[in-house]
């Protein structure tokens, strides 16, 4: 079985274009979507509810597939060999669109066991590479965002991010109707962190 994951802006037209790529690559190996879980959380947290959900759901032998590594993990190394734990414990396989080695898994064949083991092996590896890689960029920009909001402070132009005063209104509307985090965050179109977050300020 197929469960695709999207990290996904809360974009429509970004959500929809993953997508898309997801399906049609799935289409390509002759092989269907099951279950899709999208969310816009930052892939350097490991509690993200839609993952959560997604590897609770998950049986033996399914796949995992997404549209980059860097949509799955930004995890530190810590965090990273956790959650890919997790995900070889319950016996499931990652494919990535961005990593050719992985896309095997995708077809049915009569490959022996020490292949079947050997291709692991190295889709392991490759995967453990391109998480670290996905990790390095996300310290890098948040470096550079730092330093440029170090420099703004400095120069006496940096004001913060606004609050959206609008968006806390309407999740604090639908909490107060008794609605779940994952709820409202889909109604509002925001991430379930920024609801705990808007929660959290509401007296």
Not at 42 to 60: C, H, Q, V, W, Y
Request: aromatic share 4%; charged share 30%.
């Amino acid at each position: 079985m197929i469960r695709a994951y999207m990290r996904a802006s809360t974009d429509e037209q970004n959500a929809s274009r993953a997508s898309t790529m997801l399906t049609d690559f799935a289409k390509q190996h002759g092989q269907q979507i099951a279950a899709t879980y999208t969310e816009n959380v930052s892939g350097s947290i490991k509690d993200r509810p839609e993952l959560k959900r997604l590897l609770s759901d998950a049986l033996k032998g399914d796949i995992v597939l997404v549209e980059s590594v860097d949509r799955l993990t930004r995890l530190s190394v810590d965090d990273w060999e956790a959650l890919r734990s997790e995900i070889e414990q319950k016996g499931l396989r990652i494919v990535s669109i961005d990593l050719p080695t992985s896309h095997a898994a995708m077809t049915k064949t009569d490959k022996d066991d020490f292949t079947d083991r050997m291709l692991d092996a190295v889709n392991r590896m490759m995967v453990d590479v391109m998480a670290a890689v996905a990790r390095k960029d996300y310290e890098q920009r948040r470096q550079r965002q730092a330093q440029g909001i170090a420099k703004a402070k400095q120069e006496g132009r940096y004001r913060g991010r606004p609050i959206d005063h609008e968006r806390h209104s309407k999740i604090a509307t639908l909490l107060g109707r008794g609605l779940s985090i994952r709820e409202t965050a889909r109604l509002v179109g925001c991430s379930p962190a920024t609801v705990q977050k808007t929660k959290s300020m509401i007296v």
